[in-house]
């Protein structure tokens, strides 16, 4: 049997007032941040065997794209486009389905609000949040 788990019933809050985590909407997809490390040459003229070698370098906490629905009240009413124009940063939580029990909780700016309204579809908006600094991996309690 397997143990993949379904992706159905994730969420993403924003801290929208002092301990107090709000949820984002309706979220239609998301592309959780991806962690990425750069590495440095350092390659020398004994490097065995005459192959490259490589150095740790700094890591990156990744980006978030969600897909949302677009609210009733607009996306003021969501609280990206308020996100976007503080041009701050702000805690994020996404929160995976239970059988995963984890969650990421990271501090993002927004980087792209994209609102599509397709002829014969729902309207939804994008949403970029860039992480700045480590993202913190838990297990849920």
Do not use: C
Not at 8 to 27: C, H, I, N, Q, W
Not at 48 to 56: A, L, N, S, T
Not at 75 to 82: F, K, P, V
Request: charged share 20%.
């Amino acid at each position: 049997m397997t143990g993949a788990v379904h992706g159905f019933g994730v969420v993403v809050k924003r801290l929208s007032a002092p301990d107090t985590y709000t949820s984002m909407g309706e979220l239609a997809d998301i592309s959780i941040p991806t962690l990425t490390r750069e590495v440095k040459d350092a390659t020398h003229h004994g490097s065995p065997d005459g192959y490259r070698e490589y150095m740790p370098a700094l890591r990156d906490g990744g980006e978030a794209t969600l897909t949302l629905h677009y609210p009733v009240g607009g996306l003021h009413a969501a609280g990206a486009m308020t996100d976007f124009a503080a041009n701050a940063a702000n805690d994020y939580q996404i929160i995976m389905p239970g059988a995963v029990g984890e969650t990421v909780d990271f501090t993002g700016l927004i980087t792209e609000i994209s609102p599509a309204s397709p002829l014969d579809d729902k309207m939804v908006y994008t949403v970029k949040i860039k992480s700045s600094g480590k993202p913190v991996w838990a297990a849920t309690a």
